[in-house]
């Protein structure tokens, strides 16, 4: 997958890098499509609702982001004959998973007119991607130089 570790790492910091702004640029965006206006959601006795199903899908996803990024097993036969694309993909599968967060709390703000929704999703989002890339960097310390 990656010919070198150095390229993999640059791939992975761009790849950081924009899953880390991505979730401003929601808030930045709902904020100004929501200002001094009510949400779009018709009805918004449905928005406690949306907010515990979008919680609860929220919780299975930081479930499944711990899984991936712990287990020993995942992906071990690719890991014999291509340590350094594994990694990636653990990262990868890591911080995408951690980016969904942030796409919850946008549609919720959405649909309610309020931003706290938007901010306490991204604050899940920042501290996920926090997490994976430690894990990326303890991954990257177990990976040859070569």
Do not use: C
Request: aromatic share 14%.
């Amino acid at each position: 997958m990656f010919p070198d570790k150095a390229k993999m790492i640059r791939t992975a910091n761009l790849l950081f890098v924009i899953f880390a702004v991505a979730p401003g640029v929601y808030l930045v965006t709902a904020v100004l499509v929501t200002f001094g206006k009510p949400g779009f959601a018709r009805d918004l006795s449905i928005i406690p609702w949306l907010f515990l199903g979008l919680a609860l899908v929220s919780l299975a996803s930081i479930g499944v982001t711990i899984f991936v990024q712990t287990s020993t097993k995942l992906m071990l036969e690719r890991g014999r004959y291509d340590p350094t694309g594994r990694t990636y993909l653990i990262m990868s599968t890591g911080a995408v998973l951690s980016e969904a967060h942030a796409i919850y709390g946008f549609v919720l703000t959405l649909l309610s007119g309020s931003i706290f929704y938007g901010i306490g999703f991204t604050i899940v989002t920042w501290t996920s991607l926090w997490w994976v890339r430690k894990r990326f960097k303890q991954n990257l310390a177990s990976l040859p130089d070569a």
